[in-house]
Every structure is written in structure tokens, then in C-alpha cells.
């Protein structure tokens, strides 16, 4: 395991729930964080969050706008990337006989390729860090073997694709020394969550952060839960 001082960290979907407790989190513990969102002007929080600490920068992004994320990488060309979380999703509601096809592109947009064209992007970035990592929020509700209670198409099987993606990645990206991994949060309690999430996003990303700072390259490629156990695919 590296351990480095301060890292640069860059968080996407930033503006609340678990973007936002990450960015907390790594600020407060005094890493530079690079925080995206699609609409700055509207992320109330985030924004205080960062007159509090200064070593919170606000970028603008929409995650389902590939062009976005590589002017973004562009702007940022010089950034050595430590850490790189993909957070940014959708949850549309959907059932047998109620999943708008339109809706279902949306999401696969957003929840699965995103993380691929960000890896694609920042590659340079993560690469110059010599032991960078890329972490996918994916959901135990994309795990096949899991699935007990059906329903949800959309959502299951965007977070499904996306722990594909990440599999792929974690071997095409070894070469470069960037440790790849899918990470459950938890049912938390989030505006996407809802209210009956069984932990908060304090307990969640404690969590999250422990088990990043403990990956390495011999666990890049897995599902892992915010509480280190492993998930079956």
C-alpha cells in the first residue's frame, strides 16, 4: 500500500449525498479536492463546503456530455490524479411492463459510460501519479447473484454493465499502475437512497475511504463494500 501525504482527489456528482461526503471528508482530512458538478451555481452546500475549505476546487461537468469530460481533462492537463471516484448516477424507478426505453438509454449514459470515458480521459492524469486509483459507485443491486427480489431493470442493469466496465479496466489499466475497483456504499440514507437507508453517508464514506486507502493493485478488479466485504457479481 502508498501512502502519500496529500492527495488530489477528484469526486464527480459532488453536489449531495455521498459526492458531497466524500469531498467533505477528504477536504476536512486535508487532500486537494477537484469536485464536479453540472450545475455549480445551484450546488448550495457544495458551495459553502468550499468557502470553509480552501482546498476545494469547483468544476463544472455533466458526466453524460463525453465532450464535457474531455475539455475538462483538458483543462486540467498538468493534474496528477491520486484518486479519481466516479460518482455521479440516476435512479429512475422502473418494473416489468413500466421501463421507458428512452429513460433506460439515459441511465446506461450516465451510470455506465461515464466511468469508461473518464478513465479514458484522465488516464494521462491517474498515470502520473505512479499508484493512482479508479473508483466506480456502483450498487450490490447490480450484482446478479444478489438479485433475489427482481424489478428495477433499469438501475440493475446500468450498475451491472458498469461492474463489467470496471472488470475490463482493472486489466487494461494495470500496465499503468492504476489499482481499478467497484464499490458498494451501503443502503444510505441519500435524496437517492430515500429515508429508510440503514446507514448515513457519514458512516458510509468512513467506510469508502478506508477501503480505497487500502486497495492495491493485487485487489484492483473487485466489488467491494463500503464495509470491506466483498461482493458476489
Same mark, same amino acid.
Not at 466511468?115 to 484522465?122: D, H, I, N, R, S
Not at 444510505?188 to 437507508?197: I, L
Given at each position: 500500500m502508498h501512502v502519500q501525504t496529500q492527495l488530489n482527489v477528484m469526486i464527480t456528482g459532488a453536489n449531495r449525498g455521498i459526492g458531497l461526503e466524500y469531498v467533505r471528508q477528504?477536504?476536512?482530512? !486535508?487532500? *486537494? =479536492?477537484?469536485?464536479t458538478v #453540472?450545475?455549480?451555481? *445551484?450546488?448550495?452546500? =457544495?458551495?459553502?463546503?468550499? $468557502?470553509?475549505?480552501?482546498n476545494i476546487e469547483i468544476h463544472t461537468?455533466?458526466?453524460?456530455?463525453? #465532450? %464535457?469530460? !474531455?475539455?475538462?481533462?483538458? #483543462?486540467?492537463?498538468?493534474? $496528477? =490524479?491520486?484518486?479519481?471516484?466516479?460518482?455521479?448516477?440516476?435512479?429512475?424507478?422502473?418494473?416489468? !411492463? *413500466? %421501463?421507458?426505453? %428512452?429513460?433506460?438509454? *439515459?441511465?446506461?449514459?450516465?451510470? &455506465?459510460l461515464t &466511468?469508461?470515458?473518464?478513465?479514458?480521459?484522465?488516464l494521462p492524469h491517474l498515470a502520473r501519479s505512479g499508484h493512482a486509483k479508479l473508483i %466506480?459507485? &456502483?450498487?450490490?443491486?447490480?450484482?446478479?447473484d444478489d438479485n433475489g427480489s427482481g424489478g428495477e431493470y433499469i438501475y440493475r442493469s446500468t450498475k451491472t454493465a458498469l461492474n463489467m466496465v470496471i472488470k475490463s479496466l482493472a486489466i487494461d489499466l494495470r500496465q499503468h499502475n492504476i489499482t481499478v475497483a467497484a464499490?458498494?456504499?451501503g443502503w444510505? $440514507? &441519500?435524496?437517492?437512497?430515500?429515508?429508510?437507508?440503514l446507514i448515513d453517508t457519514d458512516t458510509s464514506v468512513h467506510g469508502l475511504r478506508r477501503v480505497i486507502a487500502q486497495?492495491? =493493485?493485487?485487489?484492483? !478488479?473487485?466489488?467491494?463494500?463500503y464495509d470491506g466485504q466483498e461482493v458476489p457479481w
Open positions: 477528504y477536504a476536512q482530512a !486535508g487532500h *486537494q =479536492l477537484y469536485a #453540472r450545475n455549480p451555481a *445551484q450546488a448550495t452546500l =457544495l458551495k459553502s463546503l468550499s $468557502r470553509q475549505y480552501p461537468l455533466n458526466v453524460a456530455d463525453i #465532450r %464535457a469530460i !474531455g475539455a475538462l481533462a483538458a #483543462r486540467l492537463e498538468s493534474l $496528477r =490524479l491520486d484518486i479519481l471516484v466516479s460518482n455521479a448516477g440516476i435512479y429512475p424507478e422502473s418494473s416489468f !411492463g *413500466q %421501463a421507458d426505453p %428512452a429513460v433506460w438509454l *439515459q441511465a446506461f449514459q450516465i451510470n &455506465t &466511468t469508461y470515458y473518464l478513465a479514458e480521459a484522465f %466506480a459507485m &456502483t450498487s450490490k443491486m447490480g450484482s446478479i464499490l458498494h456504499p444510505v $440514507r &441519500t435524496d437517492m437512497g430515500g429515508p429508510h437507508g486497495l492495491d =493493485l493485487p485487489q484492483s !478488479g473487485q466489488f467491494i463494500a
